[in-house]
Structures are given as structure tokens and as C-alpha cells.
């Protein structure tokens, strides 16, 4: 008996022995895996977290120009009152408002374009009255450097008028002057009828733009004195700054939103 039970003893711790070795078998290659797989991927994370924020911080840094609009008048110190039309008008600073036609082809980029530059333009050639083109611009057409001395005349008269920034003069006009209401013409059935519209940020500036150069060429053409376009075109700004029925951009938006509120 004695044998069987050393045979019996013997066989139990043998498999006892197995069973341990299985176990850690099966064990030891996955602590093994996380070992090798922890280390390597940690800094593989850090690295592109931190390739990631150094691009950010790159995209975020831009060159800060303090340029004086034609040496002058600064514009980093102009606000914008109304929020609506803050991504519409362009005030970065710059010296000399030319963007030589630059993506002109892409759809609304003129809002990238100098607020400046724009009313200069609108001089050029004043735009639409009606149906018909109005009224053009005479001496300006084509002729960039010779506007450009003019509304540098005109900023001249403002600043001594107010003794305040003309830029920021000249953005207040166009906040207060443009109109947020206008008018479309629906048809049902052969017959149509207006129907108030909001207007969007970049009509309104387009639209106060225009009508300030027609009401100075319109003031300029009725006067039989020999006074420059700058005369008449610093008392246009300024009458829409104080919100005065003397300027043609207040009294055609008041006649617009007039209209509108009646078409409601």
C-alpha cells in the first residue's frame, strides 16, 4: 500500500506542476505584449498632440503690420458699431488701398477687399439709378491715383470738421445710413406686388456706397461753383454720420424701409 500511495503522490504533484506552468504560460505573454505595446505608443501620442498644437500656434501667429491709411489716419483703432456688418467691412491696416483686382472671380470677396478701396471704386463709376446707368463718373473713370487724392481731400475736410479719426467717421456713416428692410416683387397669376425683404450685410454696404456717390455727383452736377468732388462728398459722409435727411443715402433709406414697412 505504502507504494500506491507514493505513485498516487508522485502523479498529483506532477500534474500540480502542469497545471502551474500552463497558467503562467498563458500569462506571461500578454503582460509581455502590454510591456512592448505601452512604450511604444505614449510617445507616438505625444509627438503628433504636440506637432498638432505647434501648427495651431503657427496658424494662429499673423504678422502685425501698423500701417497708417496713406501715412495718415490709423486703423487699428477703428470700430465697427453694428456686429452684423463686422465680417463685411475690411479694416486691416494698409497704406495704400489696391488689391489690383486680386480673386476678383470668386463669389463674395469684394468683403475681403479695403472698405476704402471700395468707395473708391463706387466713385469711378457710380452705378445704377433705376433701370439705367445713372451717371458715370466723368474725369475718375480709370483714373485710380487721381480719386485716391480727392477722398484724401475729403478726409482732410473731415478731420477738421469733427477733429476725429475720418475712417471712423467714414464707418459710422455707413453703419447708420444702410438700410436692414427692402423690397422684392412676387407674381401670382400675372399679378405683382412687393413683398419686404431683409436685406443681407453685404447689400447694405453696396447699397449706401452707391448712393453716396450718386448724391455727390448728383450735389456736385446741381451746384454751378467750381468746388471740387471732395467738398461734396465730405458733406455727404458727414450728413449720414449724424443721420441727417440732407445726405442721399438717409433719405433713400428712409424711403426703402418706408416702402417695406407698407408691403409687410
Wanted: proline share 5%.
Amino acid at each position: 500500500m505504502s507504494k500506491k500511495t507514493e505513485n498516487k503522490a508522485k502523479k498529483e504533484e506532477a500534474l500540480k506542476k502542469e497545471v502551474s506552468e500552463k497558467k503562467q504560460s498563458k500569462k506571461k505573454p500578454k503582460t509581455a505584449e502590454i510591456k512592448k505595446q505601452t512604450p511604444k505608443k505614449e510617445p507616438k501620442q505625444e509627438k503628433l498632440s504636440t506637432k498638432k498644437e505647434e501648427k495651431k500656434e503657427i496658424s494662429k501667429k499673423k504678422p502685425i503690420y501698423n500701417f497708417k491709411l496713406f501715412d495718415r489716419w490709423e486703423l487699428s483703432s477703428v470700430v465697427i458699431p453694428d456686429i452684423s456688418l463686422k465680417e463685411y467691412i475690411n479694416i486691416e491696416p494698409i497704406m495704400v488701398p489696391f488689391t489690383a483686382g486680386r480673386n476678383i472671380k470668386k463669389q463674395f470677396w469684394k468683403s475681403k477687399k479695403p472698405i476704402i478701396e471700395r468707395l473708391i471704386l463706387h466713385l469711378m463709376v457710380s452705378g445704377h439709378k433705376g433701370k439705367k446707368h445713372w451717371r458715370m463718373s466723368r474725369s475718375f473713370t480709370g483714373k485710380y491715383l487721381t480719386i485716391t487724392k480727392q477722398i484724401i481731400d475729403t478726409f482732410e475736410i473731415i478731420e477738421k470738421k469733427t477733429g476725429k479719426n475720418p475712417v471712423q467717421v467714414f464707418v459710422d456713416a455707413i453703419c447708420t445710413a444702410s438700410p436692414k428692410e427692402g423690397i422684392t416683387t412676387i407674381e401670382y397669376g400675372g399679378v405683382s406686388y412687393p413683398k419686404a425683404v431683409d436685406l443681407s450685410p453685404q447689400k447694405r454696404i453696396d447699397m449706401t456706397l452707391r448712393w453716396m456717390a450718386q448724391g455727390a455727383y448728383q450735389k456736385k452736377s446741381n451746384a454751378k461753383d467750381s468746388k471740387p468732388i471732395s467738398f461734396y462728398l465730405s458733406q455727404e459722409i458727414l450728413y449720414a454720420y449724424e443721420d441727417d435727411n440732407h445726405s442721399n443715402a438717409v433719405s433713400k433709406r428712409f424711403e426703402l424701409e418706408r416702402q417695406a414697412s407698407a408691403s409687410r
